[in-house]
């Protein structure tokens, strides 16, 4: 198997953007319906465990939101359905419109996941 690592560009209007209450500031972006645990936070950023699953939520110098699917055995199809809950929990919180678009697929060496 091969670990793929995907990333998509979040936009709407994401600097009204209130994060959750401390300890768990990045639970705004856990989709419904999923098993979530912040795993690392530092000034607004940083990667959460969704259904065993590393992803990694980063913004950019415009404004715009990466999230990045690091370590995971999805397929790209399944990770766009993660990616749509996320998208449904964000324009819920800032009522209004926000849309995603996959940015890369990278693939890294073959590995052989535990027994």
């Known amino acids: 198997m091969k670990r793929i690592e995907i ?3 979040v936009t709407g209007d994401l600097a009204s953007l209130d994060l959750g209450e401390w300890p768990t ?7 419904e319906g999923s098993r ?20 990694g939520f980063y913004w950019s110098p415009h404004g715009s939101l990466r999230v990045v699917r ?3 055995l999805r397929s790209v199809e399944q990770t766009q359905e993660v990616m749509t ?10 009522r209004g419109e926000v849309t995603f678009r996959l940015s890369s697929v990278s693939e890294e ?3 052989d996941p535990p027994a």
Not at 25 to 31: I, K, M, T, Y
């Open 70 to 72: 690091h370590e995971g």
């Open 25 to 31: 500031p990045l639970s705004v972006f856990f989709p």
């Open 85 to 94: 809950r996320i998208r449904a929990r964000l324009a819920e919180r800032l």
């Open 109 to 111: 060496a073959p590995f």
């Open 7 to 9: 990333v998509y560009e």
């Open 36 to 55: 979530c645990e912040q795993l690392n936070y530092g000034q607004g950023e940083g990667q959460v465990d969704i259904d065993g699953e590393e992803w």
